[in-house]
């Protein structure tokens, strides 16, 4: 975690606050993790609460050296920059011109596999995002191909929300083979707007019914994307809040540059940290100058009241395979997002994008997860954790899968219900007691009800049990959102195999 650091005191010096953390890992080997904390106008003595026993240095205007790689960084959030490296992600700078038409003017964000910017198109004049994956070999390389096969005309309803590609190249950079990726422009994330939520939001915001219908066309039009996709073959992998975006309320191409960028700081660097060798000997060629600080654009969205018309769209296909990839080994479901099929390494399906959908719209509700799965632990231990949270949420598994649950005898009896110590130290509610727990103040009883079997339609144990996108469109929870037009849903039963499309092939520079 790293934040940028400002500060009035001390004669009005910028210092930046560095807390070396020593954290032991399950192996029990020693690591040693720099963290920057943001403060604003704190009294050093008030940091000493928070500190505990962790070391604190300060040092005016200057750099930390990290002692686990080459480079001296300061406290601008961003992406790690020891993944600037060969088969990681490629350098970009502000101002950088890709494909002879692409100029680079803010970043959007970035995730493990990519770096986000936001760019002006200057052949047509208009705003793209500019996605640029690592060029990791390992990883699989089907994104712009199913993208391209999502792009062809359809009168789907469900293609609205699905991100749109608008053109894509490869980058030959000094880290690799980069498959760039040029998107439609998007507005933050359902991430980043529950974040917002959580923080800010006031007696009114926690309201049931602007919340209930705000999620409730939310997960409609998710559900015509998935509907979409999956009529065409194609399974996600990787269905989650961060993957879910806004469109802009306001239409991009018609704000200049300098309107756009009004919501950043004016000051010069202000989004940039710059790297430093510790030997002072200049930059290789892998590295950027600096990391800029991810600027994702903002509408100021507000749920505290009626939602306004707005669009969200599936993003993030990085993970996505079609029917005859499904078994390639690769998924990317965050750990409280997986599905059963994921934990006991059974084969992937359309419906394993439903299960995720289900953890999303309960997350979207309540404001909290429905499987709380530790982020440590050997991966042994992490299934075992979310296999108890599946039995503690939805009762006990099927003969089948608790077959295959070979740490059972730890957990559960031999009928499948939990031993008297695991209830004790419980993980997780049933879903029931947790949606009486956790539900927005004022939601009847009866609707409730009705999205808790909404829920369970999505949470089967088995995949082929569980409701397709076409048939969850038509559940009595959605009766308050615009009908969908039956001849517009997808036989998903009926898949179809998306068209690979040509890349073109550039230099780093551009051309």
Known sequence: MRFAFDSNWLGGECLTI?????????????LNHSFII???????????????????????????????????????????????????????????????????????????????????????????????????????????????????????SGQLHVQLLLDRFDILGPNGRHKALVLEPMSQSMRDHLMTVQRYEDEAAREAEPRQTFVQHVCKQLLLGLDYIHSRGIVHRDVHPANVLFAPQSDLDRLSQTEIQSDLWTYPDADRNYLVRKDRQPLDDSDPKYIAQSRPLRDGLHMTGPP????????????????????????????????????????????????????????????????????????????????????????????????????????????????????????????????????????????????????????????MQRLSAAELLKHPWLAACEEVEPDRLSDSSVPSTPHLGVTQEIDADGS
Not at 19 to 29: E, F, G, K, Y
Not at 84 to 104: A, M
Not at 412 to 433: H, T
């Open 308 to 463: 306004p018309p707005f669009r969200v769209i599936l993003s993030d296909f990085g993970a996505a395979a079609t029917l005859d990839k499904i078994d390639d080994g690769h998924h990317a479901y965050p750990a409280q997002y997986r599905p059963p099929e994921v934990v006991f390494k059974l084969p992937l399906s359309q419906k394993s994008d439903i299960w995720a959908l289900g953890c999303t719209i309960y997350q979207l509700l309540t404001k909290c997860h429905l499987f709380e799965v530790s982020q440590w632990g050997s991966p042994q231990e992490q299934d075992n954790e979310h296999i108890q949270g599946l039995v503690e949420v939805l009762g006990p598994l099927p003969a089948d899968l608790f077959a295959l649950w070979t740490d059972r005898a730890a957990h559960v009896d031999e009928e499948g219900n939990l031993l008297p110590k695991v209830i004790e130290e419980g993980i997780s509610e049933p879903l029931n007691e947790s949606l009486q727990t956790e539900k927005p103040k004022g939601i009847s009883d009866q609707d409730l009800a009705l999205f808790e079997e909404f829920l369970r339609c999505m949470l089967r144990f088995h995949p």
């Open 38 to 156: 943001e403060v604003v106008s704190w009294p050093i003595a008030g940091l000493q609460q928070y500190i505990l026993q962790l070391e604190l240095v300060c040092s005016p205007n200057d750099n930390y050296q990290y002692d686990d790689n080459d480079l001296l960084t300061g406290g601008t959030a961003g992406e790690w920059h020891e993944r600037y490296r060969r088969g990681g992600y490629h350098p970009v700078h502000l101002g950088d011109v890709f494909h002879g038409r692409y100029r680079v003017f803010r970043k959007l964000g970035f995730g493990s596999f990519a770096t986000v910017w936001l760019a002006k198109d200057e052949q047509l004049n208009r705003y793209v995002a500019l996605k640029i994956p690592t060029a990791d070999e390992e990883r699989p390389g089907y994104e712009g191909d199913i993208l391209e096969s999502l792009k062809t005309t359809s009168d789907h």
């Open 18 to 30: 560095h807390l070396r953390v020593l954290l032991q890992d399950i192996t029990s080997t020693a």
